[in-house]
């Protein structure tokens, strides 16, 4: 168990519709990072935010976004669903010091199916 | 931007061998750190192994050791003594030293199969 939760597990939905995706991170953690796993795209990072603020951004399309609230937990907001949304998106978390390692944990992961 | 890249899409070990997993990855920086990450049949991704590139000296954790070759963009994982328990996906990983502002970057991953 890495410390890092994502609920819910599985989620089912159409095309068009709009899902939130959450992720508390380890105790202490201030950094969450969030990651697509798709059979075409491979294990892809989104996002990343540090205590409240966007930090970093990689493919992350226009129709998803994400927030980083007070409590430190994270949302990952999927909007306008496509068949090619359906993946396992991963929350990760880290300790992060500028200039020094940070470890990445990650969460269980929640499977997205849109039909 | 970086690329990772494993060119082995499967690998097949007899229980107990030793067996070698490759790595290589393309960037323009100096300093960053590569990871190996497992990831089993549950989905959850652990982390195996790390390397810093300024460290000359090549990562070991128990049975599972890598081989870092900074002027050729190597990093290979070695695992001895194979165990049933090592079979899953593994996923070489790499990232960028700016005080944790990037994500990783991954390769396709090289799915290891343990033969008993």
């Known amino acids: 168990d890495s410390g890092v939760t994502q609920t819910p597990k599985h989620l089912i939905t159409a095309t068009g519709q709009r899902v939130t995706l959450r992720c508390s991170p380890r105790s202490g953690d201030l950094s969450v990072y969030w990651y697509q796993q798709s059979l075409d795209q491979g294990l892809q990072f989104l996002i990343q935010y540090y205590n409240g603020e966007e930090r970093a951004k990689g493919n992350i399309l226009e129709r998803f976004s994400a927030q980083q609230f007070p409590d430190l937990h994270s949302e990952l907001n999927l909007s306008s669903l496509e068949l090619g949304d359906s993946a396992l998106y991963f929350c990760?978390?880290?300790?992060?010091?500028?200039?020094?390692?940070?470890?990445?944990?990650f969460g269980p992961g929640t499977r997205l199916t849109v039909l | 931007a970086q690329t990772v890249t494993q060119s082995q899409p499967e690998m097949s070990v007899q229980e107990a061998e030793t067996v070698t997993l490759s790595c290589t990855y393309d960037t323009s920086e100096s300093d960053y750190y590569l990871f190996w990450y497992k990831q089993p049949p549950s989905r959850q991704m652990i982390l195996v192994i790390r390397?810093?590139?300024?460290?000359?000296q090549n990562a070991t954790e128990n049975r599972f050791s890598v081989n870092f070759q900074k002027a050729a963009k190597s990093f290979s994982l070695k695992i001895s003594d194979s165990q049933l328990g090592d079979a899953a996906m593994y996923f070489c990983?790499?990232?960028?030293?700016?005080?944790?502002?990037?994500?990783?970057?991954f390769g396709k991953g090289t799915h290891l199969i343990i033969q008993p």
């Open positions: 990983a790499y990232r960028s030293p700016g005080g944790g502002a990037d994500g990783l970057t």
């Open positions: 390397q810093e590139a300024y460290k000359q």
């Open positions: 990760a978390s880290s300790v992060v010091v500028a200039g020094a390692r940070s470890e990445q944990f």
